[in-house]
């Protein structure tokens, strides 16, 4: 069987970047083609997306990919969830802002007088986040002058295909879609002064987006389709955590670490709204029974701060090693301190956490980046034991996907704090969901194949490294 090839667009916090992934029996393999900045840029009104350089490097790097791979089938686009564009006409209305804008927070108090949280919970199973899209609409006064809403990756397929869709595992971050039945709610929009007119279509992961427009087809050199994939990010890293049971659970590590389990119903119970559990729309239906808990992003900033100082780029590998090999004895702080959330002085702002609780960060870096580490592990570990309270399953693994993976501070941390087995790896995992359902979609496992025979190419093909714990 000659392997068959897609492109995928996958546009994170570190970096956004265009991936050819090939797949046959017994591969499964990604070659990066293109990669580009994607952080916040900040504009006189907040924080946003630097949209148009965005689009520029996504149809070079897919010119580059055809350049390089004559064969490929289509592309899918994912991005992280909640952030959107708004249309008027064809035309966007301003950059999208990216959600570490604390706009969103301005739109909580407007959203809870209209309907209160607990409500909101029954109706779209999500936990608090204060930039999920409903709150930042709620804040946009540019929303009632628009004709229609886009989620950032459907906004970069419009921009392909001219088509205008929303996916639905993403659609699902939301707070707009019925936990129950998985439509837009529209009753609630309207509820909040969101004209449910702005709501395009929702389609499925696998379904057809549309076709290169002429244009778009001539710059990049073929004409192909753009296929809905998990157009949420942490949706497509879950297609392809090989778990091997429902006892299985997952982090998927990047900036954020999403940690849970995956379901067939939800649980919306006052204890998982308490607990902040979300559920969030997988790919097949399944439910993204997660929490979020602030990841690698206390790292990088941390890491950002420090280069600021020093005016010089610092050696991470070389500090995580010297953080490994520092006392354990380090005091453990909250990872999701609201307070760190933003972008800023973080060494300083987690120092702030530190104290408050009665403690004192160290002052050497290696022994502060310890800190850091085992407080976010501590994070999963507490996740995972709530998790598994309030669904009455024994977790027995962990999978830990995505860059997080290649920690193996990290990894180690969270096997010994859970007391769990941690399975790292694929790093990729994004990356590797996307173009697996684009390759289901175009029939190389059989259109009804099941996300355990995509999971299992996964394990073969990608084995994941074992960490035991220690204590
Ligand atoms: C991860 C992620 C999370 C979402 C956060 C904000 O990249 O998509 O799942 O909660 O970013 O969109």
Known sequence: QTPRAFAAV???????????????????????????????????????????????????????????????????????????????????????????????????????????????YARNGLQFLPFTTLYQLAADDRAAEAGTLLLVPDLVAHRLTGARVTERTNASTTGLLGVHDREWDVALAERIGIRSDLLPPLIDPGQRIGRLLPAVAARIGADLPVVAVGSHDTASAVVAAPLASPSSAYISCGTWGLVGLELDAPVLTQAARDAGFTHELGVDGRIRFL???????????????????????????????????AD???????????????????????????????????????????????????????????????????????????????????????ADRSGLPVLAGPVEATALGNVLVQA????????????????????????????????
């Open 10 to 120: 996958d546009l994170g916090a570190t970096s956004g970047r265009v991936m050819i992934g090939r797949v046959g029996e017994g591969l499964l393999a990604l070659e990066q083609v293109a990669r580009f900045p994607n952080g916040p840029v900040r504009r006189p009104d907040g924080l946003h997306w630097d949209f148009e350089a965005l689009m520029a490097h996504v149809v070079e790097g897919l010119a580059e990919a055809v350049r390089r791979e004559p064969s490929i089938e289509s592309i899918g686009i994912d991005t992280w969830a909640v952030d959107y564009g708004l249309l008027h006409d064809d035309a966007l209305q301003g950059e999208p802002f990216h959600y570490r804008d604390d706009r969103g927070a301005r739109g909580v108090g407007i959203v809870h007088a209209l309907v209160p949280f607990a409500e909101l």
């Open 440 to 471: 289901r979609a175009a029939g190389v496992f059989g259109a009804d194949a099941s996300l355990e025979e995509l999971r299992g190419l996964v394990l073969r093909t990608q084995p994941p490294v074992r960490y035991a714990p220690r204590r």
């Open 291 to 325: 929490h979020n808990v602030t990841g690698l992003w206390l790292l990088t900033e941390t890491v950002r701060a420090w280069e600021a100082e020093d005016g010089a780029p610092l050696d991470l590998p070389e500090l995580l090693m010297r953080a490994a090999a």
């Open 328 to 414: 354990p004895r380090v005091p453990v702080f909250d990872a999701n301190d609201p307070s760190l959330s933003a972008p800023g002085d973080m060494p300083a702002r987690i120092g702030a956490v530190v104290r408050a609780s009665g403690a004192e960060p160290p002052t050497d870096r290696a022994a502060f980046v310890r800190m850091v580490v085992e407080s976010i592990a501590q994070a999963f570990a507490d996740a995972f034991g709530t998790a598994a309270e309030l669904t009455g399953r024994t977790i027995e693994e962990i999978h830990l996907i995505g860059g997080g993976s290649l920690n193996r501070l990290l990894c180690q941390a969270t």
